[in-house]
């Protein structure tokens, strides 16, 4: 393990002496080494298309928006080597909710996911990477 110094504006180490305390973390090197493989976890340049991931696509969708259910239905149907559950929760009147969890090639698990998240009435949609292999 190696000892390094780094400097910081007063405001953001009060912030993150706030949060790691909040979190629970014992010191701020912890702190510090979740964020950096939190960073380099989210970081596409640094992310192999072809590494083992587990990914979880939300995403919020009206249902009244005419054959999405049917179209979102056959995405699901066309990856089903890489889904793996599917969680759905009616929000309201119009909206339903609905988390996938994927695990694939990274290449894959996004390729869905996109697929999904850019289907007419999807309102909102996120993907959520985590990598098999430790950073």
Known sequence: MERITISLDDDLLEKFDLYIQDKGYTNRSEGFRDAIRHLLSHSDELEPQDEE?????????????????????????????????TLHLHVDES???????????????????????????????????????PI
Request: glycine share 6%; aromatic share 4%; with cysteine.
């Open 53 to 85: 991931c587990i990914g979880c696509v939300s995403y919020v969708y009206d249902h009244k928006e005419r054959m999405l259910s049917s179209k979102l239905v056959e995405t699901q149907h066309h990856h089903h080597g890489i889904q793996t559950a």
């Open 95 to 133: 909206n339903c909710f609905e988390a996938t969890v994927l695990r694939g090639k990274t290449s894959e698990v996004k390729a869905m996911a996109d697929q999904v998240t850019s289907q007419t009435g999807v309102k909102n949609g996120h993907l959520h990477l985590v990598p098999i292999k």
